[in-house]
């Protein structure tokens, strides 16, 4: 298994210790069989020394040479991995200086043997991960207990109420930092303790943690979507049990697409309104209404109403933001009222052109 797993990983290693001491470096498996090799041709040949020295699990050197049985002066070295000889490392040269070589690729391969398994581990981990969000994104949980140990295990208590966090990267952000954004997400996770989260393709991660974690840590991501705001949006779904952990990712689903329709990064189910309503409008529809309520208007006019409501419909508030006088504010919300028949200034009016500001 060492072998067929490890071959690539092995040439690298005695290709790095040649570079250094200038020997032949060949690694043996059980079978005596050379599976890796300076000398491409020894690859596959056996090696009887090598095969002696994985069977009693002690280092052989090998004083002179014998050409005539095959046998070369050198070393070779047993390398053990949790108590079991793996593999065996076999340098050709005086023994006196072999031997250093020996040591020196056997750690190497320690080393590099435990940086595999923690990356197998790591990928298992992640793929349970994924699997526990899918499982807990379903209506029907199929094994409730094999759900509830593994929620366990990653900190999670069970019998407490859970939240969705979604957060979605923007297409319209600059090639080449999807790098950089997930790495601040990752560190985001860690920072909030939280455990449970996978990647959903193409673009979105979802996590799962205790209503209680979200709660304390909304500073955090109220900071993290400040920074991020114009590449990603982060929504959190209502707090739910266990068998209705599917109804967060619903909400939160819901909460996103208010994220990226409006001016904040992040938004919270709880804390929705008239987007509760809005959400559920059928595209087509929404797309009719903003025609008929927005119609005639450029986008500085619709950036203009989101400040003038933003700011309570108040002429010297808005000016003040826009660093607009304000006769020339009145001349253009009386420009727009011409363009679009609805008086922004008006209290029914206004409500008909901030449910097409919400829409768009």
Do not use: W
Not at 228 to 256: D, M, V
């Amino acid at each position: 298994m060492f072998a067929d797993i490890h071959k690539n990983l092995a040439m690298q290693i005695v290709e790095a210790v040649r570079e250094v001491c200038g020997l032949h470096i060949n690694f043996i498996n059980a079978s005596g069989i050379i599976f890796a090799s300076t000398d491409s041709a020894r690859i596959g040949g056996f090696h009887e020394v090598g095969y002696h020295a994985f069977q009693t699990g002690s280092m052989i050197e090998v004083a002179e040479d014998d050409p005539a049985s095959g046998v070369y002066r050198g070393v070779n070295l047993p390398v053990y991995h949790e108590g079991l000889v793996i593999a065996v490392i076999g340098i050709s040269g005086p023994p006196e200086d072999a031997v250093k070589y020996a040591h020196l690729a056997e750690r190497i391969t320690r080393l590099l043997v435990r940086e595999q398994e923690l990356n197998h581990d790591r990928r298992v981990s992640s793929e349970k991960k994924s699997a526990l969000v899918s499982l807990l994104s379903t209506e029907s949980h199929a094994n409730p207990e094999f759900l509830r140990s593994s929620l366990t295990e990653l900190h999670i208590h069970p019998d407490r109420a859970l939240r969705m966090l979604l957060i979605r990267f923007r297409t319209a952000s600059a090639p080449g930092c999807e790098g950089s954004l997930e790495q601040g997400v990752l560190r985001l996770f860690d920072s909030a303790g939280i455990e449970l989260y996978a990647y959903r393709y193409p673009n979105e991660y979802a996590a799962v943690a205790e209503d209680g974690l979200i709660q304390d840590k909304m500073p955090l991501f109220q900071k993290f979507a400040e920074e991020y705001g114009g590449r990603l949006c982060i929504a959190i779904g209502s707090a739910e049990s266990l068998a209705r952990s599917f109804r967060s990712l619903k909400t939160a689903q819901t909460a996103l697409k208010s994220a990226l329709a409006g001016t904040s990064a992040l938004a919270v189910y709880d804390e929705l309104t008239l987007e509760l309503l809005l959400g559920n409008v059928a595209p087509d529809i929404q797309a009719e209404y903003q025609r008929k309520v927005l119609r005639g208007l450029s986008p500085e006019d619709l950036s203009l109403l989101r400040v003038y409501y933003e700011e309570d419909m108040s002429l010297t508030a808005t000016g003040r933001r826009l660093f607009m006088h304000k006769n020339t504010l009145q001349y253009k919300l009386d420009r727009i009222y011409r363009l679009c028949g609805l008086n922004p200034r008006r209290f029914q009016d206004a409500l008909l052109i901030c449910l097409g500001l919400k829409l768009s």
